[in-house]
């Protein structure tokens, strides 16, 4: 009788509990457990009503390992979906070595104090991953998550050597709200406003955050300004791929002239400091406040139109002679909003995760230690991912991103 445990009661958390519970045949149970306990219950209402499946609720502080190790003693999962925040991915990580049980996230650990994430604090736990027989499988969300299947895809069937990818995320679609984010605040903005990185031939190469954009003609959407970042999955695909002869490989997304003032704005006043200040005798962290105070990503649903697109760039050789290809998947807001309650940014999110712990589940991907998704066959992930919601396109691409078309500005998109 499978069971999933899903931490973690925001946007991405109620897409995993919906997709779950339409599988009854995989996740024969569901429960979910976050730090306000309404929220779940919110979230098992919306699937009762939606599927006729019951999910267990729980309060729980995953960032306290004794009271997560109890929780998994008591609901007994095969499988934990950690889809709260990067920030409880250790201790999260800690309670299933404890009580032998596997792993799954979609965001790769950053600590509190340092806006700065990367993998090795958590591939450290490979030889006891392995030892305890159990699998960690990291960054299984869309990006992390499928769009590394995309570019393993095009290892395995579509290139000799892959030369470059250029990893491309566009949201066009419309909330109505001045200013939101569609995924955790907090998470998102450290992300945003961090210097942006990209990998050339053996070197990182930094500059200041959102100072490189190009256009980039997206599939059903059009041309959109796409700003150079620093992404987790970098990190990975660097590792993985520069077998297969990867020469540079960058992550540009898009954001509209509206967010990117707001985003200056917070920035110049202070809003998105990290550290703690005083306020009325308390400490509080700036950002964690502006957090409280705009909309919750799980509240964006309704209303919100238009489509995403995410996809890889992939050129390099076949048979001898130079390709390039675009692989990608446009997502619908209002149609995930229809199926689960929540938005598209949420929806590309927890279906991978479900797909990712469905293969684990099914054995097809299960094996003991910790897994990054690009290093698992990734033809049994996309024969899933259009039977459940995400279908994928491969095309011919005429060229990679052209650099002289690159324009080079001011941080947060300034002098644009
Ligand atoms: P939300 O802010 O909507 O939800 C996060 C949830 O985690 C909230 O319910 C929150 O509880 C809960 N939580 C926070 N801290 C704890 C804790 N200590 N113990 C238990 N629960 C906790 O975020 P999203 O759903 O938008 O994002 C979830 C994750 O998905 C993030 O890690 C994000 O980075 C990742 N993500 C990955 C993507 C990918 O493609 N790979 C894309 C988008 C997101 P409360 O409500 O009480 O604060």
């Known amino acids: ?13 109620t897409v995993g509990a919906h997709k779950c519970a339409q599988l009854s045949n995989v996740f024969t149970d569901v429960a979910i ?6 929220k779940c219950d919110h979230i098992a209402a919306s699937v009762k009503q939606k599927t006729g499946q019951d999910v267990e609720t729980y309060e729980l502080d995953a960032d306290d390992v004794p ?3 109890a929780l998994i003693e008591k609901t007994k999962p095969d499988v934990v979906l950690n889809l709260a925040l990067p920030f409880q991915d250790l201790s999260i990580m800690d309670a299933c070595l404890a009580t032998k049980v596997d792993y ?6 950053e600590p509190r104090d340092e806006s700065h994430f990367e993998y090795s604090w958590q591939w450290v736990y490979q030889d006891r991953y392995a030892d305890a027989g159990i699998m960690a499988l990291l960054g299984c969300g869309f990006d992390p998550g499928a769009i590394n299947v ?7 069937h579509l290139f000799d050597e892959i030369h470059t990818i250029d990893l491309v995320d566009c949201n066009a679609g419309n909330h109505g709200k001045h200013f939101a984010t569609n995924f955790n605040t907090e998470v998102n903005i450290r992300e945003i406003t961090q210097d942006a990185r990209y990998w050339d031939r053996g070197k990182w190469i930094t500059i200041a955050p959102l100072s490189r954009h190009v256009q980039f003609d997206y599939p059903n959407i059009g041309a959109r300004a796409s700003y150079l970042m620093y992404h987790e999955e970098l990190e990975s695909l660097v590792k993985f791929l520069s077998p297969v002869g990867l020469q540079r490989i960058r992550f540009w997304m898009t954001f509209s002239p509206s967010y990117l003032t707001h985003l200056r704005v917070l920035v110049n006043v202070g809003m998105t400091r990290i550290d703690e200040v005083d306020y009325a005798g308390r400490r509080i ?5 502006l957090q409280a105070v705009l909309p919750e990503p799980a509240g964006l649903g309704k209303g919100y139109e238009g489509i995403t697109c995410i996809g890889a760039v992939i050129q390099g050789v076949k048979d001898g002679r130079r390709a390039c290809k675009m692989i990608y998947n446009n997502c619908d807001h209002a149609k995930a909003f229809d199926e689960t309650g929540a938005q598209a940014v949420s929806y590309t999110t927890g279906v991978p995760a479900m797909l990712g712990a469905k293969l684990m589940l099914q054995n097809t991907w299960r094996r003991p230690g910790v897994f990054n998704v690009e290093q698992l066959d990734p033809d049994p992930f996309l024969a899933d991912m259009t039977k459940h919601g995400l279908p994928w396109h491969i095309v011919d691409w005429s060229q990679p991103i052209d650099d002289t078309a690159i324009v080079d500005h001011g941080p947060m998109g300034g002098d644009v």
């Open 1 to 13: 009788m499978p069971k999933v445990l899903i931490i973690g009661a925001g946007g991405v958390g």
């Open 33 to 38: 457990a976050s730090r306000t306990k309404s």
């Open 67 to 69: 009271q997560t190790i």
């Open 104 to 109: 799954l996230d979609t965001a790769c650990y």
């Open 150 to 156: 995309f570019c393993a895809y095009a290892a395995k």
């Open 285 to 289: 962290v700036p950002l964690q406040f």
